[in-house]
């Protein structure tokens, strides 16, 4: 039923509420899980961010108990943890560590920045529900050595931005002997070779989108 709402006039806005009627759907549900499921699934049908929608999912709910442990906050979604910035080591955010799995676990730190949504659509359950080292000290690791990247690349007088980051972090899960700064400099030298072996002039993002670029440092990797 449809009702002429006139807000100028109050008796007439009052009168049409007090017969407006409004659709409850009411669960009795005790699993948290298949809660948690029920209000993703419900709300994929509104316009709510992408991201949103799996910041109840079960693996998501571990991922911040596991960092509150190791006292780092984990932002699922913004008002949604106990621990504060104040009281914790940093901060990691539910997206930019689907980059970091991205990069990790499906190791294409080429398409970190430029696939975004798909990390929390297509890739999800690869990333996060199925991946057994999910809830594990070597994502803490992980999240630690990102956190210090860019204190690294200051120390090393270098430029640091988030791609180049993620590189790095898959360039140590590929080469485990590898160290940080060893990281940063075979990647910028990379880089610039990559530049001038396909005689590019172009923004050093647009470089590391390139999957043509990644499978050549692979293959550097693998041959060295």
């Keep these: 039923m449809c009702y002429n709402f006139n807000i ?8 049409n509420i007090a017969k407006a009627e409004v659709l409850v759907r009411v669960l009795n549900v005790t699993d948290p899980n298949l809660k948690n499921c029920i209000a993703e699934y419900t709300n994929s049908q509104n316009a709510i961010d992408y991201i949103d929608l799996k910041s109840l999912r079960k ?34 955010g539910i997206q930019r560590l689907g980059q970091i799995l991205m990069s990790t676990v499906r190791k294409r730190p080429e398409e970190s920045s430029n696939k975004k949504r798909e990390i929390f659509s297509t890739y999800y359950d690869e990333l996060f529900t199925n991946n057994e080292n999910l809830i594990s000290k070597e994502l803490v690791n992980t999240v630690e050595t990102y956190h210090g990247l ?8 270098r430029q640091y931005t988030e791609q180049k980051a993620m590189y790095i972090l898959y360039m140590l899960k590929e080469k485990p002997n590898y160290t940080v700064q060893q990281a940063i400099e ?39």
């Design 150 to 157: 860019k204190s690294e690349y200051r120390r090393c007088n």
């Design 59 to 92: 693996e998501q709910i571990d991922l911040e108990t596991m960092f509150a442990d190791e006292n780092i906050l984990y932002t699922r979604k913004k008002g949604l943890t106990d621990l504060t910035l104040d009281n914790a080591r940093f901060q990691i």
């Design 186 to 224: 075979i990647l910028d030298r990379r880089i610039e070779a990559y530049r001038t072996d396909h005689d590019l002039d172009v923004a050093l993002s647009r470089i590391l989108i390139r999957s043509s670029f990644r499978t050549e440092l692979e293959q550097y990797m693998h041959d060295n």
């Design 8 to 15: 100028e006039n109050n008796a007439h806005l009052l009168n």
